[in-house]
C-alpha cells in the first residue's frame, strides 16, 4: 500500500474530527470502545442503570404483594386502592423493561445503553 502524506492542515482538521468522535460517548458505546475514564458529569453509569428498573420492579412487587395480602384479609378501602395502584406502576414498569429488552436485541437506537 502507498504511504500517504497529510499536509499539516490535514492533519490538524483530522486531529479535530477524531477529538470530537471521541466526546462521542453513545458512538463509543456503540462500538464498544467507550472509554471508562470519559464520563460526562452526571451521566449515568450503564451498569447501575440497567439495574435500576429491575430493582424498582423487585420493589414494587414486593410492595404489591405486601398490598395484596393486607387487603384481602383486612377488606379495607383504602388497601385495597392501595394495591390497584401499585399493581399498575408494576405492570408499567414490567412493560418498560420488556420493551427495552426486546428493543436492545433488534439495535433500535432510541433504546438507552
Known amino acids: 500500500m502507498d504511504d500517504v502524506r497529510l499536509s499539516p492542515r490535514e492533519r490538524r482538521i ?5 477529538e470530537q468522535l471521541g466526546r ?6 456503540r462500538f464498544g470502545t ?12 450503564p ?27 383486612t377488606e379495607a378501602p383504602a388497601l385495597i ?3 390497584a395502584t401499585a399493581w399498575v406502576l408494576t405492570l408499567v414498569v414490567l412493560l ?4 427495552r ?3 436492545h436485541g433488534t439495535g433500535d ?5
Open 24 to 29: 462521542d460517548e453513545p458512538l463509543a458505546r
Open 101 to 103: 429488552w426486546t428493543r
Open 14 to 18: 483530522l486531529a479535530e474530527i477524531e
Open 34 to 45: 467507550a472509554p471508562s475514564g470519559l464520563r460526562l458529569p452526571g451521566a449515568p453509569v
Open 109 to 113: 437506537p432510541r433504546t438507552p445503553g
Open 81 to 83: 386502592w392501595a394495591f
Open 96 to 99: 418498560r423493561l420488556v420493551v
Open 47 to 73: 451498569g447501575r442503570y440497567r439495574l435500576r428498573p429491575a430493582l424498582a420492579l423487585a420493589a414494587l412487587g414486593a410492595a404489591t404483594l405486601a398490598l395484596l395480602v393486607l387487603a384481602v384479609t
